[in-house]
């Protein structure tokens, strides 16, 4: 039973809802407590009378509510624009779909930018660490302020997996369908690793100052944008890196004899680490990044297929791989689909041929875009009967 305060109000700077939580006492996993805290999300489409068609999309690290339409900060298209819409795969003449900015995020919920409502200033490094599971809290709390009792469809690709799969864990019950995208079980060394690099460049950045940048009206931009440089690396493949830039000069054939930006490639990553820095918050990067490093369900999704209470049995689950993803590889992903085939639950698996790396799942992909929508159009078939 609902005991909390509820307030949900229209920002209109932001074009988007948030929902206001006060007297929450939400007790995250290294133990704080939230007596208040805001989450931040945007819907599209339509919810029908009985609430069977909700979607719900988990974004991944730096993606944030604004899955399609118009980003109304970047004035670019939603990260997952050619995906999410009317006639497009997820079907919003047909599902309600529903995507927060995550606890801990930089776009309208409580995060490390955000004013704590005790102190009424920043958070900054006095904002407690998290976890995947206490993100995935978080929106139950959301889910359920919106009186919804069955989630039709929960869908992440990368981060977002990673949710799909705590609510597997935690909220068996308000499951229809999972679909998990570029994931795994838990984070490996080497990604832990690549984080790390990404974290000491903008901590060794001296405008970061231990976190409070915020009050001397600056932020830790070099740092921020070399770590997104890094991570941006991970998110491609050699052969797409290869087809896309090769070895081509950014001017034909003159070259620098210097650090100027000589290659292609560099000019890109550059812009992609410059681009960020607009739109993202350092201490957000720092935070999330960490909870998924702290990601491992090994063993406690293990036990929850092994030993099943009933209220998970009825989980149907799409695995998504790519071929060219060596941040997630398929043998990680189908480390899932063993666990659930062995157990005899009910899962389909896909590996989709591509040398676009791990961000194949916000490209053009057409078979994906094909798995997809066959997935959701055939279990919704069978629910409205």
């Known amino acids: 039973m609902v005991d909390y305060g509820i307030k949900i109000e229209t920002n209109l700077k932001l074009d988007c809802e ?3 939580f ?15 805290f805001k989450i931040a999300y945007k819907t599209f489409g339509k919810i ?3 609430k069977t068609n909700v979607i719900f ?3 991944a690290l730096t993606g944030d509510q604004f899955v399609s339409g118009k980003n109304p900060l970047t004035n670019k298209d939603g990260w997952w624009d050619r995906m999410v819409g009317p006639n497009k795969p997820i079907d919003t003449n047909k599902y309600y779909v529903i995507c927060s900015n995550v606890l801990g995020g930089c776009i ?3 995060g490390p930018k955000e004013k704590n409502f005790i102190t009424g200033k920043p958070f900054g490094t006095e904002f407690p660490s998290i976890t995947i599971r206490d993100i995935v809290k978080a929106q139950k709390y959301l889910i359920d302020a919106l009186k919804i009792d069955k989630i039709f469809a929960i869908i992440g690709g990368s981060m977002g997996a990673m949710q799909v799969l705590q609510w597997t864990i935690d909220y068996p019950e308000k499951l229809l369908n999972a679909i998990h995208i570029a ?4 984070h490996s060394a080497q990604n832990i690793a690549f984080h790390e690099v990404g974290r000491q460049a903008i901590m060794n950045d001296q405008s970061w100052n231990k976190g409070n940048y915020y009050f001397e009206n600056t932020k830790p931009e070099r740092g921020l944008s070399v770590a997104r440089m890094i991570a941006h690396i991970t998110y491609l493949s050699d052969d797409a890196m290869h087809r896309k830039f090769g070895r081509k000069l950014q001017s034909r054939d003159i070259i620098s004899f210097g650090f100027d930006a000589d290659f292609q490639i560099e000019s890109y990553l550059r812009y992609q680490g410059k681009s960020f820095v607009d739109r993202f918050d350092a201490n957000s ?9 702290y990601f491992d369900v090994v063993e406690k999704f293990k036990q929850l297929i092994e030993y099943p209470v009933t209220n998970n049995q009825h989980i149907n689950y799409l695995i998504i791989s790519f071929t060219s993803d060596w941040l997630f590889p398929t043998r990680e992903n189908k480390q899932i689909v063993d666990i659930l085939n062995y157990n005899t639950r009910k899962v389909s698996f896909t590996e989709i041929e591509t040398d676009k790396g791990h961000d194949s799942f916000l490209l053009d992909e057409p078979e994906f875009d094909k798995t997809i929508s066959g ?7 069978k629910l409205i009967g």
């Open 18 to 20: 948030i929902a206001y």
């Open 22 to 36: 006060s007297k929450a006492n939400f007790v995250i996993d290294s133990g704080y407590k939230f007596d208040d």
């Open 48 to 50: 029908n009378n009985d």
């Open 57 to 59: 999309i988990c974004h």
């Open 108 to 110: 309208g919920s409580t």
């Open 183 to 186: 994931g795994a079980l838990k």
């Open 285 to 293: 990067y720092l935070y999330l990044t960490r909870s998924m490093d």
């Open 375 to 381: 997935f959701l159009d055939s279990k919704y078939k």
